[in-house]
């Protein structure tokens, strides 16, 4: 019973006899049997994460705020890449669920109503991540994608641009939902919001150097352009070297999500400051408080953008 206490809530042990079970493990090579601790306790201490890529740093992040908060409440987690399909996303849970997670954390709110029913039949809470949820039951943590592409659509047209173009990769709910704020705000302005160039390809930043000459080739007098994340825009910046267009001069420049050389490159890129670190800490937190059966005050938890205005617009 010691040595189960020891293992499961070490501060209610004394350090003497805490330091003669650690010796003793280390001596034996044990490893608890989480399974057996599962099914005496009903709980796994494990979370399900499902994030669309583990290639891209935006996700990583997040992973990290994630971490922080569950290491607080001595939970772990598995951790599962959906590739931005719905169906992956639910063959994971399945996966998951033969392991009894205590919960999930989820990426975007459109999910499928028959995984909805699948957490429900094993009672198993979720809270969704990197975006808002006002009007749903679901608990979220994220921002509003929409109104960000609608602030960079405004401050380009503040600066002066009047034909600017959309670079769209991947196609995920949430990007679409960039740019649906950004054309609003081209609409509101009078101006021709369909300048753009889509693509269901990844993000990298070889596809923004293509997608650039795509859209020159399209609307050569195209002054400026929005790419939905930061990797494009970079590629732009490179492919507009290349060409000797200067920036912003000839092309003005704006990205998403603002990932770390953003503001180094030469010129910095003007581009929107998302919390990753904090939605995987704030959503770790509500599940966590789910789990206890305690008060969640919000279900829709809008953490905000900022629009870090660079020399590149």
Request: aromatic content about 6%; charged content about 20%.
């Amino acid at each position: 019973m010691t040595v189960s206490r020891a293992l499961k809530t070490p501060t209610l042990v004394q350090l003497e006899a805490r330091e003669r079970i650690t010796a003793a493990i280390k001596q034996l090579g044990y490893v608890p049997n989480q399974a057996a601790s599962t099914l005496a306790s009903a709980k796994s201490q494990v979370i399900g994460v499902i994030v669309p890529s583990l290639s891209n740093s935006v996700f990583v992040e997040t992973l990290t705020g994630i971490r922080d908060s569950l290491n607080q409440h001595g939970y772990k987690f598995l951790i599962g890449e959906s590739g931005y399909s719905p169906d992956k996303e639910s063959q994971l849970i399945s996966t998951y669920l033969a392991h009894a997670p205590d919960g999930f954390l989820l990426s975007g709110i459109e999910q499928q109503d028959t995984l909805r029913e699948q957490l429900a039949t094993h009672n198993v809470p979720a809270v969704r991540m990197f975006d808002i949820n006002p009007e749903g039951c679901d608990v979220a943590v994220g921002f509003s994608h929409e109104e960000a592409g609608y602030s960079i659509a405004r401050h380009l047209i503040e600066r002066g641009y009047r034909r600017p173009g959309f670079l769209g990769a991947q196609l995920d709910p949430r990007m679409m939902k960039r740019r649906h704020g950004y054309r609003r705000a081209l609409a509101e302005a009078g101006l021709n919001d369909s300048i753009e160039v889509l693509t269901p390809a990844p993000s990298t930043v070889e596809l923004g150097t293509k997608m650039l000459g795509q859209i020159l080739q399209q609307t050569p007098d195209c002054d400026a352009v929005f790419c939905c994340n930061d990797d494009l825009a970079l590629g732009v910046l490179f492919e507009c070297q290349r060409r000797g267009l200067s920036v912003p001069g000839q092309m003005a420049i704006a990205g998403f999500n603002d990932l770390p050389w953003s503001a180094y490159a030469n010129p910095g890129i003007t581009t929107i400051v998302t919390p990753r670190y904090d939605i995987g800490f704030t959503a770790a937190q509500l599940l966590i408080k789910m789990l206890r059966r305690e008060a969640v005050e919000k279900t829709s938890v809008d953490l905000g953008f900022r629009l870090a205005i660079r020399s590149s617009t």
